[in-house]
Nanobody, 128 residues
Framework: VQLQAFGGGLVQVGGSLRLSCAASGGTFSDYNMGWFRQAVGKEREFVTVISRSGGSTFIKDSVKGRFTTSRDNAKNTVYLQMNRLKPEDTAVYYC??????????????????????WGKGTLVTVSS
């Protein structure tokens, strides 16, 4: 499975961006899809995940109420809508695919090692 995230860019504090991640080479609906981010000098961290059908989502507390994820299995695409952006949201954002895990388990959904495929990432910069 190949993943390509795009939609990043420079945005002012309080602004919005929508990231997209297009998948190819596999059966998209077989995978839970996660979003992670990595700021300079920090470890990659979980942001949100959506289940195979789109019926369940989990999201990091610090972005709850500002970020949402959705997916369109017909288009093999997962989205991350980011609103009311803050400088601390500045990072490279990655999408990732998890085939076997049950995202009800926190370890399954938040551990980078549980994801089978990763996109290259897209940079989001929030300026103050």
């Amino acid at each position: 499975v190949q993943l390509q995230a795009f939609g990043g860019g420079l945005v002012q504090v309080g602004g919005s961006l929508r990231l997209s991640c297009a998948a190819s080479g596999g059966t998209f609906s077989d995978y839970n899809m996660g979003w992670f981010r990595q700021a300079v000098g920090k470890e990659r961290e979980f942001v949100t995940v959506i289940s195979r059908s789109g019926g369940s989502t989990f999201i990091k507390d610090s972005v709850k109420g500002r970020f949402t994820t959705s997916r369109d299995n017909a288009k093999n695409t997962v989205y991350l809508q980011m609103n009311r952006l803050k400088p601390e949201d500045t990072a490279v954002y990655y999408c990732a695919a998890n085939r076997e895990g049950n995202i009800l388990s926190k370890r399954n959904r938040e551990d980078v090692g549980r994801y089978d495929y990763w996109g290259k990432g897209t940079l989001v910069t929030v300026s103050s």
